[in-house]
């Protein structure tokens, strides 16, 4: 919150906006909002809006913002971790690695070299694609840094006027914001787990519990994304229909991409047929990987959840996955989590129908956005009154920090119990 404070302070002042005049209050506090909790829904143009004084403070609040949620939330596993009971705390330290209240200095190097490292190979990439097909050195740097930061934290950001519309058929700056978007989305603790295995011997080599099943269900999303999105939106002329065979194909994997929280397009959204915005609308309520800048639920509770679904209409007493049983807590956690986000997106809906002249399918999908920090939007939000744009806000806000503290809240309340009432079954189904 002190970060947006700063933020919207700093957007306000008359050297920010290209007009040279103060922006005004609404729309500075909304794009740092936006900004810190790395949703990238807009409500004017970034590109032309604002000046590079403006562009430099939306950078630095991108930044900060996906640092901070990448370290809070690491640390918030750490404090869990040193809470946890003895037998507890052993098998999840022996699983990750880093739930050591020792382990906080090297959690938070890692976090911020792990971004450093992977946004530098990003700029330069972008940086000398931007300069061959003719941007100046200037331009192509100041843009190549500003898309990298936005693709790796997940902001949904950019200095095109167009979002990414103009490189649909550019296999290099898609592919290269696309693997940023995913490298970002997987989280530390898979960073940390897949770098550390690296360096052990081949007899020791195996990935974590939690690594395993964030890199299984990333796949199933990105392969599940493409193929719906892909035939969904095949003959839509407002989408992928108006262009050649190959393009469609790769824009369509790169719109698979972008629901995991980036907010980065090739295509309309508001030309995207019901069906696609509702599918897509699924895609952004799942998000990205734990303790990573990506919203919504996360894969792994979408696994879990899954699983438990499989356990039970096999009538298997146990959930169990690679020789794994998930504890009946984690199932517990991950239900409460996906209804209390259901239930928030519900809730946000409605309130911006009432509060905006909208339909639902674009309300569902702008508060979907807000809420999972995706930034995605059929093109509403700019048009809103100011009432939506505060409800905007403080989905932002409250979807940003939800996971993290709600996920550490269901752990620590776990508590045993000296007695249990005689069990009765209602009727279900």
């Given at each position: 919150?002190?970060?947006?404070?700063?933020?919207?302070?700093?957007?306000?002042?008359?050297?920010?906006?290209?007009?040279?005049?103060?922006?005004?209050?609404?729309?500075?506090?909304?794009?740092a909002?936006?900004?810190?909790?790395?949703?990238?829904?807009?409500?004017?143009?970034?590109?032309?809006?604002w000046?590079?004084?403006?562009?430099?403070?939306?950078?630095?609040?991108?930044?900060?913002?996906?640092?901070?949620?990448?370290?809070?939330?690491a640390?918030?596993?750490v404090?869990?971790?040193?809470?946890?009971?003895?037998?507890?705390?052993?098998?999840?330290?022996a699983?990750?690695?880093?739930?050591?209240?020792?382990?906080?200095k090297?959690?938070?190097?890692?976090?911020a070299?792990?971004s450093?490292?992977?946004?530098?190979?990003?700029?330069?990439?972008?940086?000398?694609?931007?300069?061959s097909?003719?941007?100046?050195?200037?331009?192509?740097?100041?843009?190549g840094?500003?898309?990298?930061?936005?693709?790796?934290?997940?902001?949904?950001?950019?200095?095109?006027?167009?979002?990414?519309?103009?490189?649909?058929?550019?296999?290099?700056?898609?592919g290269?914001?696309?693997?940023?978007?995913?490298?970002?989305?997987?989280?530390?603790?898979?960073?940390?787990?897949?770098?550390?295995?690296r360096?052990?011997?081949?007899?020791?080599?195996?990935?974590?519990?939690?690594?395993?099943?964030?890199?299984l269900?990333?796949a199933?999303l990105?392969?599940?994304?493409?193929?719906?999105?892909?035939?969904?939106?095949?003959?839509?002329?407002?989408?992928?229909?108006a262009?050649?065979?190959?393009?469609?194909?790769?824009?369509?994997?790169?719109?698979?991409?972008?629901?995991?929280?980036?907010?980065?397009?090739?295509?309309?959204?508001?030309?995207?047929?019901?069906?696609?915005?509702?599918?897509?609308?699924?895609?952004?309520?799942?998000?990205?990987?734990?303790?990573?800048?990506?919203?919504?639920?996360?894969?792994?509770?979408?696994l879990?959840?899954?699983?438990?679904?499989?356990?039970?209409?096999?009538?298997a007493a146990?959930?169990?996955f690679?020789?794994?049983?998930?504890?009946?807590?984690?199932?517990?956690?991950?239900?409460?989590v996906?209804?209390?986000?259901?239930?928030?997106i519900?809730?946000?809906?409605?309130?911006?129908?009432?509060?905006?002249?909208?339909?639902?399918?674009?309300?569902?999908?702008?508060?979907?956005?807000?809420?999972?920090?995706?930034?995605?939007?059929?093109?509403?939000?700019s048009?809103?009154?100011?009432?939506?744009?505060?409800?905007?806000?403080?989905?932002?806000?409250?979807?940003?920090?939800?996971?993290?503290?709600?996920g550490?809240?269901?752990?620590?309340?776990?508590?045993?119990?000296?007695y249990?009432?005689?069990?009765?079954?209602?009727?279900?189904?």
């Open positions: 919150m002190g970060v947006i404070a700063v933020g919207t302070i700093l957007l306000m002042l008359p050297v920010s906006s290209a007009n040279r005049g103060a922006a005004p209050f609404g729309d500075a506090v909304f794009t909002a936006s900004a810190v909790t790395v949703t990238g829904l807009t409500v004017v143009e970034t590109a032309t809006y000046t590079g004084f403006g562009e430099a403070v939306i950078l630095v609040l991108m930044q900060l913002g996906g640092l901070g949620i990448m370290t809070f939330t640390l918030l596993v404090i869990i971790g040193g809470r946890l009971g003895m037998r507890r705390r052993q098998a999840a330290q699983e990750q690695g880093i739930l050591d209240p020792g382990e906080i090297r959690v938070v190097i890692g976090v070299v792990l450093a490292t992977i946004e530098a190979i990003l700029a330069i990439i972008l940086f000398l694609r931007f300069l097909i003719g941007i100046s050195p200037g331009d192509a740097a100041w843009d840094i500003f898309q990298a930061v936005s693709a790796f934290n997940g902001a949904g950001f950019t200095l095109f006027t167009d979002s990414l519309a103009g490189f649909q058929g550019d296999v290099i700056v898609l290269t914001v696309a693997i940023g978007i995913i490298a970002g989305g997987l989280g530390v603790p898979v960073w940390a787990d897949l770098t550390r295995r360096r052990m011997k081949l007899a020791r080599r195996r990935w974590s519990f939690h690594t395993r099943l964030t890199l269900g990333t199933i990105l392969v599940l994304g493409f193929a719906v999105i892909t035939i969904f939106e095949w003959t839509n002329p407002a989408t992928l229909g262009m050649p065979y190959g393009e469609r194909v790769m824009n369509g994997a790169f719109q698979a991409v972008t629901p995991r929280s980036a907010g980065l397009s090739t295509v309309d959204y508001g030309g995207m047929r019901e069906e696609t915005l509702f599918f897509t609308d699924f895609l952004m309520l799942i998000g990205g990987g734990s303790v990573s800048p990506a919203g919504g639920i996360k894969v792994t509770t979408m879990v959840l899954a699983l438990a679904t499989v356990a039970s209409l096999r009538g146990d959930v169990q690679i020789g794994r049983r998930l504890p009946s807590a984690a199932i517990r956690q991950a239900l409460a996906t209804v209390i986000f259901a239930s928030s519900l809730v946000g809906t409605i309130a911006l129908l009432i509060a905006a002249d909208v339909q639902l399918s674009a309300a569902l999908f702008e508060v979907t956005s807000a809420f999972t920090t995706t930034g995605l939007s059929t093109g509403i939000t048009s809103l009154p100011g009432v939506a744009e505060g409800i905007l806000i403080v989905l932002m806000v409250v979807g940003r920090l939800a996971p993290q503290l709600l550490a809240a269901l752990v620590l309340r776990e508590t045993g119990s000296t249990r009432y005689p069990e009765e079954r209602p009727i279900v189904g």
